[in-house]
T-cell receptor, first 113, second 115 residues
């Protein structure tokens, strides 16, 4: 089955700096890659996603890049703010009837004011 | 707009007891999922359902039972709870009628402790 590895497990940045979280996946057939943000006591919330026919996608301060050849994708957050502090999860999915996500182990991002 | 709700939010029980976690969604999404979240493991799929009366196993199904008699509900039952099932459980749902790349929407979880 699919395996997703995520790094780093913790990341601390100064407010205004950029943050980058990286994930690799094992199954070259995976074709959908969402990123979720999880705040304390809450469920994961989708913040951005990318499909395998796209190399990069941006949404304001958040961007995701995908390298299908190397089987890795990354989340980039620019101009970080204290409210960006949370746990971030990457995930990968196959376009099958199952449609389930395989998650990375998460990155705890702390933005220091 | 209630979305997806899980109940209870917190539960403490003893080993060997049966416990049922509830999940209800108001979107009429076809797909529903149960994940468990443990430190260092991210979220792992327990069971999923493509529609009412259609369920299938995920990555870690042992010790769990699901049913889906109505589209909006997807309860998860631990038939005889064990300490290793202490975890945070998340329910999610997604649409099917807009193509294959459908985001999953998560509830706020049930924190289950088994003593």
């Amino acid at each position: 089955g699919e395996n997703v590895e995520q790094h780093p497990s913790t990341l601390s940045v100064q407010e205004g700096d950029s943050a980058v979280i990286k994930c690799t996946y094992s199954d070259s057939a995976s074709n959908y890659f969402p990123w979720y943000k999880q705040e304390l006591g809450k469920g994961p919330q989708l913040i951005i996603d990318i499909r395998s026919n796209v190399g990069e996608k941006k949404d304001q301060r958040i961007a995701v890049t995908l390298n299908k050849t190397a089987k890795h994708f990354s989340l980039h957050i620019t101009e970080t703010q204290p409210e960006d502090s949370a746990v971030y999860f990457c995930a990968a999915s196959l376009d099958t009837g199952r449609r389930a996500l395989t998650f990375g182990s998460g990155t705890r991002l702390q933005v220091q004011p | 707009d209630a979305g997806i709700t899980q109940s209870p939010r917190y539960k403490i029980t003893e080993t060997g007891r049966q416990v049922t976690l509830m999940c209800h969604q108001t979107w009429s999404h076809s797909y529903m999922f149960w994940y468990r979240q443990d430190l260092g493991h991210g979220l792992r799929l327990i069971y999923y359902s493509a529609a009412a009366d259609i369920t299938d196993k995920g990555e870690v199904p042992d010790g769990y039972v699901v049913s889906r008699s109505k589209t909006e509900n997807f309860p998860l039952t631990l038939e005889s709870a064990t300490r290793s099932q202490t975890s945070v459980y998340f329910c999610a749902s997604s649409e099917t009628d807009r193509g294959p790349y459908q985001p999953q929407h998560f509830g706020d979880g049930t924190r289950l402790s088994i003593l």
